[in-house]
């Protein structure tokens, strides 16, 4: 049992909470991708289409004239910036816009535009003459569907008589209300509880359902079995769609299951690479000594922007505040910190105002600031059983092949964790130089 009083050789003390690592959050990080994303994620490979009928003609559009969509909706579209469908879009909107509906599961990593096609679905689905339920869309959490409902908000502006709700914890809705909207979005165990319990919701009406970051939701207790319960509740002419960022075998058991006779859409992710980051490392003693480390080579190089991962909070702050004391402009981005309040920090960050962004886990997957050429491992990422967290390594200072810039990535290393360094090059069969810190000549 950790004590939270021993001082530590600085002098500092621990408190439990800071010496845990922090945890990544499916959830979070999705919400928070959708809070800082500014365009839609180019990916350079081919969309794969597995057709539930091989024989049927397959449809791709180019633009969003073809779909014959309702004025109004092309109005909200184009409000929106957007011009042409994205790739996944172009292959997703016909099955999903086709007549009898099809069902459907995409998956293609965030920001490839799976939200607006399903959004722009439902919305071209509703009748808005018929004042009851006739879409709903499931999502991991609260935050995650009000966002989703913001989306159905903008792209629906022109269609005046569509409207939304939210079937989430706190949305008290007296029993026996008549509900008049016609999309509700909400998470598995409201919804089920407005179905089945307070009956507000009539399933058999719904004639298209979404199940929205189908990976995350897999990811909270119980939600899968909601998920299906609801689903075994819809009639069988309802289109179903499924979509997810992650395509793990678990995520495809739980899809099969929920969707009947899909048709399958899926976009590769870029993949990481080791290729164009220039690595090294630097021989430290201890931490007072990393620090040194990393100003020398602060004061040896230009440095455009640089993030920074330190594996515990404590380590995290620790540093941020030494770095503030020597004058440098630093921000500091942890999980103590609400989703709301990490995205403005990242933007902040991307817009340039800040120079150096201290981190932890938190925002080493998934949020990519494409101009920072420098990343720093403070602290080397490593798992439970102390052996190097490789995955976490690649994905610190990886970037994707076609559209990353070279970069630069430096390791601070104990003595004693020299070992996991060679395992970390070995395992990427990558070299990673030894730096001396007093000279910088070696980088540029
Ligand atoms: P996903 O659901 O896959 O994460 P989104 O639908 O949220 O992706 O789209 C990602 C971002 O790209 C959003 O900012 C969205 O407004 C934008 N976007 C989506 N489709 C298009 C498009 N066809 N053209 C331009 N921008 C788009």
């Not at 959004?119 to 569907?145: D, G, I, K």
């Not at 099969?256 to 899926?266: F, M, Q, S, Y």
């Not at 800040?354 to 420098?374: F, H, P, S, Y």
């Amino acid at each position: 049992i950790k004590s939270t009083t021993v001082p530590n050789v600085d002098g500092s003390v621990n408190t439990e909470e800071e010496d845990e690592e922090d945890v990544v959050d499916l959830a979070a990080n999705s919400l928070l991708n959708k809070l800082i994303r500014q365009s839609l994620v180019e990916s350079s490979h081919r969309v794969e289409v597995l057709q539930k009928d091989p024989s049927s003609p397959l449809y791709s559009v180019k633009t969003f004239e073809e779909l014959r969509l309702k004025e109004e909706l092309l109005k909200g579209i184009y409000a929106m910036g957007f011009n042409r469908p994205s790739k996944i879009q172009e292959m997703a909107l016909p099955m999903m816009l086709a007549h009898p509906p099809q069902n459907l599961i995409a998956q293609s990593q965030s920001g490839t535009g799976k939200t607006a096609a399903f959004v722009l679905a439902m919305l071209s689905r509703v009748n808005v003459l018929e004042l009851f339920p006739q879409c709903l869309c499931l999502a991991p959490t609260y935050e995650l569907a009000l966002q989703t409902g913001r989306v159905v908000e903008q792209m629906g502006k022109f269609c005046v008589d569509v409207q939304v709700m939210y079937a989430i914890r706190g949305n008290r809705i007296p029993r026996g209300t008549d509900i008049t909207k016609q999309i509700i979005i909400g998470t598995p165990g409201t919804v089920l509880d407005w179905c089945f319990k307070r009956k507000l919701i009539d399933l058999t009406k719904i004639h298209v359902f979404v199940l929205d970051e189908a990976d995350v939701m897999i990811d909270t207790q119980g939600f899968s079995d909601q998920s299906i319960r609801i689903q075994r509740a819809l009639p069988t002419e309802c289109q179903m769609l499924l979509f997810s960022a992650t395509f793990e075998d678990s995520v495809w058991q739980f899809a099969e299951r929920i969707i009947p006779d899909p048709n399958v859409i899926k976009l590769r992710k870029e993949e990481l690479t080791l290729n164009n980051i220039r690595q090294y490392y630097v021989l430290c003693e201890n931490r007072k000594d990393k620090y040194q480390a990393l100003c020398n080579i602060y004061g040896g190089i230009t440095i455009g922007q640089a993030i920074i991962f330190c594996q515990t909070r404590r380590n995290a702050k620790w540093l941020t505040v030494e770095m503030m004391q020597d004058g440098h402009q630093v921000s500091l981005l942890s999980g103590e910190l609400t989703v709301e309040q990490r995205a403005s920090i990242i933007q902040r960050f991307r817009d340039g105002k800040e120079k150096v962004l201290i981190t932890t886990n938190v925002c080493a997957r998934g949020i990519d600031v494409k101009q920072v050429t420098i990343v720093v491992n403070f602290d080397l990422p490593v798992n439970q059983a102390q052996e190097p967290d490789y995955e976490t390594y690649l994905h610190r200072i990886g970037r994707t092949g076609r559209f990353g810039k070279k970069g630069l990535a430096f390791n601070m290393i104990e003595v004693d964790k020299l070992p996991l360094l060679m395992k970390i090059q070995d395992h990427f069969n990558s070299s990673i130089k030894q730096l001396d810190p007093e000279d910088m000549d070696e980088i540029e």
